[in-house]
């Protein structure tokens, strides 16, 4: 079965210092890949996806960049934080088709990075 | 572009009882899927039910169940036999299919806050 990961769990960082941020996918091939940013009591709010090795998609401009070096993995950076950047960020994948001929559309989320920017 | 609307911020039910939360989107598509997600004190995020717009039939999963009607563009989440395992936040999105390449995005409503109490 798929699995996916994401660490670190927790993380506190000073405004002005680098970001990285990993996830990564076990049980599949040529996921789909997606980061969302969710503020405190709100909705998600999707930062970055990628199709495939080194293709990345940007929704929103900021202060924030995503890669993937390989199939399945994923990684947010950052060169300066900024205090905005606070809050958590999930991971998700998707693959469709599948190789049985289905189509699965649905994704589904690692637990989480808990990021406080002070 | 689709936009999802949850009008209902904060919803308490008692134990064995049941809720229904409502979403609402907006789009020209014909074609599409929308999804219930669950996201638990832990924060992680759990598809509850997904329901494609091309079957008429209301999806059901379980205790969760949808109320689907594509004219009025409204998918509600109706939770029967409520547990107190049921409280959490849970968002309506929305995603329409599209080739791999372009990514597959869900649009998330705000969410609605669930308390189940004893």
């Known amino acids: 079965s798929q699995t996916i990961h994401q660490w670190p769990a927790t993380l506190v960082q000073p405004v002005g210092s680098p970001l990285s941020l990993e996830c990564t996918v076990e049980g599949t091939s040529n996921p789909n890949l997606y980061w969302y940013r969710q503020a405190a009591g709100r909705g998600l709010q999707l930062l970055f996806y990628s199709v495939g090795i080194g293709q990345i998609s940007s929704e929103v401009p900021q202060n924030l960049s995503a890669s993937r070096p390989q199939d399945r993995q994923f990684i947010l950076s950052s060169k300066k934080l900024l205090l905005s950047d606070s809050g958590f960020y999930l991971c998700?994948?998707?693959?469709?088709?599948?190789?049985?001929?289905?189509?699965?559309?649905?994704?589904?989320f690692g637990p989480g990075t808990r990021l406080t920017v002070t | 572009a689709q936009t999802v609307t949850q009008s209902q911020p904060e919803m308490s039910v008692q134990e064995a009882e049941t809720v229904t939360l409502s979403c609402t989107y907006d789009?020209?598509?014909?074609?599409?899927?929308l999804f219930w997600y669950k996201q638990p004190p832990s924060r992680q995020m759990i598809l509850v039910i997904r329901q494609e717009a091309y079957k008429q039939q209301n999806a059901t999963e379980n205790r969760f169940s949808v109320n689907f009607q594509k004219a009025a563009k409204s998918f509600s989440l109706k939770i029967s036999d409520s547990q107190l395992g049921d409280t959490a936040m849970y968002f309506c999105a929305f995603m329409k299919p599209t080739p791999k390449a372009a990514g597959n995005k869900l649009t998330f409503g705000g969410g609605t806050r669930v308390l189940v109490k004893p």
């Open positions: 998700a994948w998707s693959v469709l088709p599948t190789f049985s001929g289905g189509v699965i559309y649905e994704q589904y």
């Open positions: 789009t020209s598509e014909n074609n599409y899927y």
